[in-house]
């Protein structure tokens, strides 16, 4: 992701950072490989040298695993943050969503991840579960994220320019429509698969979508696109893969 930091000031430095690479990229039977349609997107529209030169290998899902899921939505409505709770990925938008609800028995928060944000005492009767001090097991991630009614992804949208998101991914897997800040790369998503939850520019739009909706129907409607979306990038990942490969 730091195609596009300025480059060093120092001679020796400067020939080294990826962008500086990028830019001497001439290669004829050289290819870049890139784990998104969003990023060669983006590569193409920075470097036009590279037209023809780089493949898209969509990021594969994990193998199956025995989940013990529950698409049900029964109240109270889950709504867990995945991963490292920091600011960047979207920590304090959370923390504000959560204590919008701190008088309602309705919806359940809870972090399935490593604390970066301080959460303050008063804040932490929002939360169901709380951040750890260390990083999480896998198999504590899991169960915390597959049996939620949804994911929030917080980070911004220019993250998901140049990396492939490990969350969405994991959501997908899983079967957990989510509520994420609208990017490029997302919209693009829900474009080819319809959608997988709800895309936001602001918290007071997730309060809207939470508090206006049918569950029964519109859940239901995501996890049907999340399993369309499954079998699309596995198919996609092995036709692509056999591709490069021959």
């Known amino acids: 992701a730091r195609v596009e930091l300025p480059i060093p000031r120092n001679p020796v430095t400067r020939f080294f950072p990826l962008?500086?690479?990028l830019k001497r990229f001439q290669a004829e039977n050289t290819q870049i490989v890139v784990l998104e349609e969003a990023?060669?997107?983006n590569l193409q529209k920075l470097y036009p040298h590279l037209d023809g030169k780089v493949n898209c290998l969509i990021h594969p899902l994990p193998s199956e695993e025995e989940l013990n899921v529950i698409h049900d939505t029964p109240l109270p409505c889950s709504i867990c943050f995945p991963g490292t709770f920091s600011k960047e990925k979207g920590a304090?938008?959370?923390?504000?969503?959560?204590l919008s609800y701190t008088d309602t028995s309705d919806f359940s928060f809870k972090v399935a991840g490593r604390k970066s944000v301080e959460i303050e005492p008063e804040q932490e009767k929002a939360f169901s579960v709380l951040p750890v001090e260390s990083f999480l097991s896998r198999q504590s991630f899991t169960d915390l994220t597959s049996n939620s009614d949804f994911l929030f992804l917080g980070h911004h949208p220019e993250t998901y320019k140049w990396c492939a998101s490990g969350v969405y991914n994991d959501a997908l897997h899983f079967g957990v429509p989510i509520i994420a800040r609208k990017?490029?790369?997302?919209?693009s998503e829900f474009r080819k698969y319809g959608e997988l939850g709800f895309l936001y520019e602001s918290i007071e739009q997730v309060n809207e979508f939470l508090t206006s909706n049918d569950y029964s129907t519109t859940h239901k409607m995501f996890i049907s696109n999340i399993e369309k979306a499954k079998k699309t990038r596995t198919s996609q990942f092995l036709t692509e893969?056999?591709?490069?490969?021959s």
């Open 19 to 21: 962008n500086s690479v």
């Open 39 to 41: 990023i060669k997107g």
């Open 92 to 98: 304090y938008e959370f923390i504000k969503l959560a």
């Open 183 to 187: 990017s490029d790369f997302l919209v």
């Open 241 to 245: 893969l056999t591709n490069i490969v």
